[in-house]
C-alpha cells in the first residue's frame, strides 16, 4: 500500500455514508422550515480573516490552525470554523443589501490540528446557521431553539442547553478587572495556557478543563455579576423566548466558549454519554464580527454543530438511522441473449427512478441470486431462457418470497404498483 489516510482523518465508507446523508436530509428540512438559505464558502481563506475574525489569543490560531504559503506568497489557512468566512462572503457578495435579517446555513469540513479522540478529528465536519442584521432576543432564542428541535427529532435525549451572557464592550473591561484582580494572587499556581491568556483574555481561565484551574476559579467573578443594564436586559429577554417555547435550559455563569468574538448571548449543548468531549453544538452573538472584518456595525449569532459528535451519540443512545436506501431491483439473467435484453431494460427501470443493478461478473443465475439475496435488494427480476422465449420476466418479492410472471414491455408499471420510484 502506498500510504494511509492522514491521522485524524475519516473514509466515510458506504454503510456509515448514509448515516450522514440521513442527518443532512434533517438538516436541510428544518433549516427550509425555520427560513434559512444555503451558503457554500472555500474550505481555504486568506489567514488574516481568521486572525481577526476568531481572534489570535484563541486556541484556534494559537495552536491548531493549517497555515500554509502559496505559489503566490499568500498566507492560506484550511478554514478551522466557518462562521468568519460566512461573514466574509456577507460582505464581499454584499448580502446586507439584501432584506434583513438574512438568514443562512452551512454544512461541510473544518480542519483543526488537534489530538484525535472520541468524536474530535483533524477533519471535522460541521452544521451550522448565521443570522445577521437584528439585535431581537428572539433570534437569539429561536437558533438555540432550532438546534435543540433538530436534535428532538433525531431522537436524541438527555441534552442539556447551557446558556450566559457573556456581555458587551462595555461591561467587559469591569470583569477583565476583576477577573485579573481575583486570579492575580494565584497566577503561579495556574496552568501554563491559563498564566498566558491572564493578561489577553482572562475570560478564558473561566473555560480551562484543568482541574486546579477549575478548583482556583470556583469563586471567580462570572460575567453575569458584571454586565451592564443592556446585557442584563437582553439576556432576561432570551430567556422569557426560552420558557415561552417550552425550551428547558441551565443557565451557566462560566461558560464563556472559546471564540473571541462573541457578545452578550453564549450556549452550548451537552451530551453527556459520549464521553469527556461531551458538547455536540453551541455558538452565540457575535455583534462586533462584521465590523472586526472591515464591514459596518450590523450584529450577528450562529451555532455549529459537530455531525461526528451527533453521530456518536446517536449511536450511544442506540438511534437508528432510517433506511439505507440501497439498490431496490436486480437484474438476473440466464445467458447471453437475457444478459443483452437486461442491458436495455435496466436502462428503462432506472430512467422511471427506481434503483436498479445487474450481474457484471459472469455469475451462474444461481450466483447471481445468492449476490441479490446478500446485497439486500427488494425485487429480483429475472430473465431465464423459457422467459426470453415467451417475452416475459420473473419478478420476485425478496422479503415475502412470492414471484409474477410479467411481460417484458410491463416491468417497469409493475414495479411501481410495488410502491418502488416514488
Known sequence: MLTTRPRGTNDILP?????????????????REYGYSEIRTPIFEHTELFLRGVGD?????????????????????????NTASVVRAYLEDKLYALPQPVKLFYIG??????????GRFRQFHQFGVEVFGSHDPAVDAEVMAMSMDLYRRLGLSNLELHVNSVGCPQCRPGLIKKLQEYFRPHLNDLCKNCRDRFEKNPLRILDCKETRCGDIGVDAPTTVDCLCTGCSSHFAEVKKNLELMDIAY???????RGLDYYTHTAFEIVAPDIGAQSSVG?????NGLVEICGGPSIPGIGFALGMERIILAMQRQGLTFGAAGGTEVFIVTANQAAAGEAVRLLFKIRSAAISADKDYMDRSLKAQMKYAGKTGVGYAVIIGEDEMKQGTALVRNMGLGRQ???PLDEVVSFLKEQGLGK
Open 15 to 31: 454503510g456509515e455514508v448514509e448515516k450522514w446523508r440521513y442527518l443532512e436530509d434533517h438538516m436541510r428540512r428544518i433549516c
Open 57 to 81: 489569543t484563541t486556541d484556534i490560531v494559537e495552536k491548531e490552525m493549517y497555515t500554509f504559503i502559496d505559489r503566490g506568497n499568500r498566507s492560506i489557512t484550511l478554514r478551522p470554523e
Open 109 to 118: 469540513p473544518m480542519f483543526r490540528y488537534d489530538r484525535p479522540q472520541a
Open 250 to 256: 441551565h443557565e451557566d455563569r462560566r461558560l464563556v
Open 282 to 286: 453551541g455558538g452565540g452573538r457575535y
Open 404 to 406: 409474477e410472471s410479467v
